[in-house]
């Protein structure tokens, strides 16, 4: 009897080490449409994550991606990303329009765009998503203009990255 107690420990325990653990990482993709002027965004986030942070700013229960959602949940989502996602391109501080969201699995994919850029010159961004409530957050910014990709890992000891492209 112990021997089996014992096996079903040894068992569990690397089964509950995995599931404890949780990384705490965003992906923004930037991408310049030359053809249509434009800068295309897709910033994606644990769904749990951006829920809890939610929730927890605006002292309530919002139940993300449930039949229960908020229905006015694409108002939270854009006044946050505004405040927590910034973008200068050619020197000048830039807005962006909240496109809409999309669902898949356990993460959310945010589409936003900044109509009537011709040329990028120099692009800042600014990611302090889900920095106030996750310590080991890092957002991972992956950038494709004038034919160059470039990639850069933001936290909360660095939320802002410089970028300089040359034609």
Same mark, same amino acid.
């Given at each position: 009897m112990k021997l089996r107690k014992y096996l079903l420990i040894l068992f569990i325990i690397p089964l509950t080490a995995?599931?404890?653990?949780k990384y705490?990482?965003?992906l923004c993709e930037i991408e310049h449409n030359e053809k249509q002027n434009s800068v295309?965004?897709?910033?994606g986030m644990f769904i749990d994550d951006i829920e809890l942070t939610l929730n927890k700013n605006h002292k309530t229960k919002l139940n993300i991606a449930t039949v229960d959602e908020y229905s006015a949940i694409d108002q939270y989502f854009?006044?946050?990303l505004n405040k927590h996602f910034i973008i200068t391109i050619n020197n000048k501080l830039k807005a962006y329009e909240y496109i809409g969201k999309e669902y898949e699995d356990d993460i959310v994919r945010f589409y936003l765009?900044?109509?009537?850029?011709?040329?990028?010159q120099s692009i800042s961004v600014?990611?302090?998503? +889900?920095? !106030?409530?996750?310590?080991?957050?890092q957002n991972i910014i992956k950038i494709k203009a004038n034919q160059k990709h470039k990639t850069f890992y +933001?936290? !909360?000891?660095?939320?802002k990255g410089l970028l300089n492209f040359k034609n």
């Open positions: 995995f599931s404890v653990h705490y990482i965003s295309q965004i897709t910033l854009e006044e946050y765009e900044i109509p009537n850029i011709e040329h990028i600014k990611n302090t998503s +889900l920095i !106030k409530f996750f310590e080991d957050q +933001l936290n !909360k000891q660095n939320d």
